[in-house]
């Protein structure tokens, strides 16, 4: 079987000690390509560590997170788009609103995410989306989009059917992560409403470790858990589960299959 992790932190400091022995434990589990976000300008140069020492599985983006946003989010913006003149990158991201720890800056965070798709459109990009406590808001920057080409992914979903639908209609991927293993989650019962085609596997490691790893530090060669459970969602093969989310994320992110 053959995976894609379209969302994972291999540079953070979790995993200094062995990330070779995570990325080979990840590759025999069947994981191909792994997809490293970014979360400002101080992650930059170890992430592209990580992608030089694994150039020929590891994808990184660029962009600034939203809890990264502060007063000085045009400096990091700039970074941001001098990167983007002199590197490939395989998306924009990690981008969003986050209002679950601070709401201090929400104006400076909507701007931040309304440039950053104009960065999108302007490099022919995806987005990856992060969305904790702030989907309407995330969705009234989104709109003006609407038609305009702007393709990408509501990373770690976990919201309800409707929240689905209206990311779907938009023509977005949901990123369904360790979460849909939990036992106290409505979102496998969302996602037993939503096509398959509109899936794509991420771990967000080393958070969100599925179950029966949860408050572990979470790594690419659980993606197979995420997918036995979706399987299940789905009533079919764990292979098909495999086959069509990988479809997806390499129409999504503009692999070459």
Not at 51 to 68: D, Y
Not at 108 to 120: G, H, I, N, R
Not at 221 to 246: F, R
């Amino acid at each position: 079987m053959n995976f894609i992790d379209t969302h994972c932190h291999l540079y953070l400091e979790e995993f200094n000690l062995d990330l070779d022995a995570v990325v080979a434990r990840a590759k025999k589990a069947g994981i191909s390509r792994f997809l490293l976000p970014n979360i400002d300008s101080h992650s930059i140069e170890p992430m592209l560590k990580v992608m030089e020492s694994h150039a020929e599985c590891v994808f990184p983006m660029i962009g600034l997170h939203p809890t990264s946003v502060k007063n000085d989010y045009e400096k990091e913006l700039s970074i941001v788009e001098s990167w983007l003149e002199k590197a490939q990158f395989i998306a924009i991201g990690e981008i969003g609103i986050d209002l679950y720890w601070d709401k201090t800056f929400l104006k400076e965070q909507q701007l931040a995410l309304d440039y950053q798709f104009q960065l999108a459109l302007k490099y022919n990009l995806p987005v990856a989306i992060h969305s904790r406590d702030s989907f309407n808001e995330i969705m009234d920057v989104l709109k003006p989009y609407q038609g305009r080409g702007l393709k990408g992914v509501f990373h770690c979903f976990t919201g309800d059917y409707q929240q689905a639908k209206a990311i779907l209609d938009f023509g977005f991927y949901l990123g369904i992560g360790g979460v849909v293993t939990f036992k106290n989650t409505q979102l496998r019962e969302v996602l037993s409403q939503i096509p398959l085609d509109n899936i794509v596997l991420e771990t967000d490691a080393p958070y969100l470790a599925p179950v029966p790893y949860r408050g572990k530090r979470n790594e690419s060669s659980y993606i197979p858990i995420i997918a036995e459970k979706l399987a299940e969602v789905y009533q079919i093969e764990v292979e098909k589960i495999a086959n069509q989310t990988t479809l997806n994320a390499t129409k999504l992110f503009n692999f070459r299959t």
